[in-house]
């Protein structure tokens, strides 16, 4: 490995770049990341790794993961089938294996095998119930960083010959949880591999770094390209922490406080569930729904709530009360909306939905009862200042597991070139993401609350 091309791997020669070799080539690091371009080879270098570490510790479990079920298969067993496969290394994926469900089997250099649970980041509640001696986070920045505090939970095998905890992964948009972690509280045990170039995965077709060039703005093209992030991007919520993220300590739908906060689109509609509990805000569920309108999110948002009312006062499983006829729920959906309260957007009450009736006399349709602030939207700053405020002192918590999106929207929205919070063309931009949507709600039900507005000009303070 001397020349940063090959490494010897179970007893084949793998061919990878300098950064790839340096990765795998890390093993007294107790924290390794990788923060790369897209297409800069991560996932290949995670799998040399996994190799690596099976190879160190015959016998011991390691665990990988991916940020959805869905990129488990596509992209990490498919990659493994490809590479596994031309390097000659046995290797078995199993959906059950002694009681776990997942399991990529090795056979490194000895008969003994090494079983590697493959495990989904969106689901980080699951990663539970085994021990580890190492594992590897793929695109960890797409992931919250209670995946992260799980997966270090999960590692302690005391057989490991090498205990290592290791990510890779292009930066998202703004600074979250990995820029706080591996970069702001960086130790003394960590090792960030950063910056490395789209341009340094000399396998990539030649046109392949010029096509992102091409379809990337300036400010974009450090993130995708170079795996930086640009302190333009900054984050809305600057005031948004771990501490911010919480379960509500009551069944909220039990609360008798439940409130809808919503936002109002053409294409995405994001509403959020908001239990007003122990003088706090607790966000603990959500709709969000992809080319709807109003009245039918409405009666979607009545419907769940109708569900999850009825399996609380019940005891019932909800599949039970699925089978049943609706009129036979314990809670019915109109018996739900009417013991909620929908807070959102002022325009609400002047934009035009189904049948030519504006969105708040939709939503009333439906049965739930409608508040918000009459003399229309509040400025932009002061709407994001409440929000901040709010998460500073922890009025604001956040349920990440039931309620992933609005937490990802506060965590995450970036300041567009005007200095405004962007605003996502399209709901299904992939970078942008319509972050504006369930932040929206959040600045919108914030605000209605407990308002809080920014000085200007000679106004007292």
């Not at 649970?117 to 986070?137: A, C, E, N, Q, T």
């Not at 960590?190 to 910056?195: A, F, L, Q, S």
């Not at 019932?316 to 089978?323: M, P």
Request: aromatic letters at 8%; charged letters at 25%.
């Amino acid at each position: 490995m001397a020349d940063g091309t090959d490494v010897e791997v179970v007893r084949v020669r793998a061919p990878l770049a300098d950064h790839q070799a340096d990765f795998a080539d890390d093993i007294t690091s107790p924290t390794l990341v990788m923060e790369g371009g897209l297409g800069s080879g991560k996932t290949v270098s995670a799998i040399v790794k996994m190799l690596r570490l099976a190879d160190a510790s015959p016998g011991v479990a390691g665990l990988v993961v991916e940020p959805t079920s869905d990129l488990i298969g596509t992209i990490f067993l498919a990659t493994c089938d490809e590479l596994l496969t031309a390097w000659g290394v046995p290797f078995e994926f199993r959906t059950q294996w002694r009681g776990r469900r997942d399991v990529l089997l090795l056979w490194p250099r000895t008969s003994k095998e090494v079983p590697v649970y493959l495990r989904s980041g969106d689901k980080p509640h699951r990663i539970v119930g085994f021990k580890v001696g190492w594992f590897i986070v793929d695109e960890a920045d797409q992931m919250q960083a209670e995946v992260w505090r799980r997966c270090v939970g999960r590692m302690r095998d005391a057989r490991a010959r090498i205990r290592q905890a290791c990510a890779v992964y292009t930066p998202e948009p703004g600074f979250n949880w990995t820029w706080t972690m591996f970069h702001e509280k960086r130790t003394a045990k960590m090792r960030v591999i950063e910056g490395v170039s789209t341009r340094a995965n000399r396998w990539n077709p030649d046109e392949y770094a010029d096509n992102l060039t091409a379809t990337h703005d300036e400010q974009e093209q450090a993130r995708v390209l170079e795996g930086r992030r640009s302190a333009r991007e900054g984050l809305v919520y600057r005031r948004f922490s771990d501490a911010n993220l919480r379960r509500c300590p009551t069944n909220p739908w039990t609360s008798g406080d439940v409130q809808l906060w919503c936002d109002f689109n053409n294409s995405k509609m994001a509403w959020c569930f908001v239990a007003l509990v122990h003088g706090r805000a607790w966000v603990f569920d959500e709709v969000v729904r992809e080319d709807t309108d109003t009245l039918e999110q409405a009666n979607v948002a009545a419907r769940y709530a109708a569900l999850k009312m009825s399996a609380a006062s019940s005891g019932l499983d909800e599949d039970v009360i699925r089978a049943m006829d609706e009129d036979r729920w314990p809670v019915t959906p109109k018996q739900a909306a009417r013991a909620i309260t929908v807070i959102g957007d002022a325009a609400g009450d002047h934009d035009e939905g189904a049948a030519g009736k504006v969105s708040y006399e939709l939503i009333r349709q439906v049965g739930f009862t409608v508040r918000h602030k009459a003399k229309g939207n509040p400025f932009i700053e002061d709407t994001v200042l409440t929000v901040n405020v709010a998460l500073a002192d922890g009025w604001l918590a956040f349920d990440a597991e039931q309620a992933p999106y609005t937490t990802r929207c506060i965590r995450q929205q970036p300041y567009g070139p005007d200095g405004q919070p962007l605003k996502g063309k399209g709901s299904r931009e992939k970078v942008k993401a319509g972050l504006d949507h369930g932040a929206d709600c959040i600045r919108y039900g914030t605000w209605f609350h407990r308002p809080v507005h920014v000085r200007r000009g000679n106004q007292p303070r």
